[in-house]
């Protein structure tokens, strides 16, 4: 484990008495746990119910750009990691984040890509806008409510049935 994965960060997004001391994995899973419908934009929302009743299609299918972009405002910014998306074969986008230093990918959503994904196929791209867009904004609220709300046990179950290969995908 990198000392960047050792280390808390703490989120601009709290006021300085609430901060949160977490690690980017546990922001990672509050991310995933967090993720919904209404995050979606209405035209993939309907593309995704689709898919879902016809292929069961996991929950974090569509939410790549809002998963990432919040990464990105809670610490991904302050560790050095920078935006990437590739269009894919199918024509979607797929969103992550790279280190800039050390080339680490982390991919909040690495679930709704399949078989060998090339990520070094992607290029670097801000976000639609500067400060965390709508939906980020709700995402991020939904994220600290959560970690006020939840039990510290409760977390850690979560993690345990995380893998480190399902949040990040090192890249040399």
Known sequence: MSAAENCAFRSAAVEPQNQIMKTPEQWLVEIKMSLSDDLLTPQRRREIRQERLSLG???????CYVATEAAYHLFGKDLGYVPERVR?????THWWLRNKRTGHIIDPTVEEISGNFDYRSGR?????????????????????????????????????????????VAIS
Do not use: Y
Not at 88 to 92: I, K, Q, R, T
Not at 125 to 133: A, D, N, V
Not at 136 to 154: F, G, N, T, Y
């Open 57 to 63: 299609v996991r929950r974090v299918r569509g939410h």
């Open 88 to 92: 894919c074969a199918d024509g979607d």
């Open 124 to 168: 670097p791209g801000g976000f639609l806008t500067r400060e965390p867009s709508r939906r980020c904004r709700i995402l991020m609220q939904k994220v600290h409510s959560a970690a006020v709300e939840s039990e510290p046990d409760l977390w850690r179950e979560s993690v345990n049935n995380e893998s480190a290969s399902e949040i990040c």
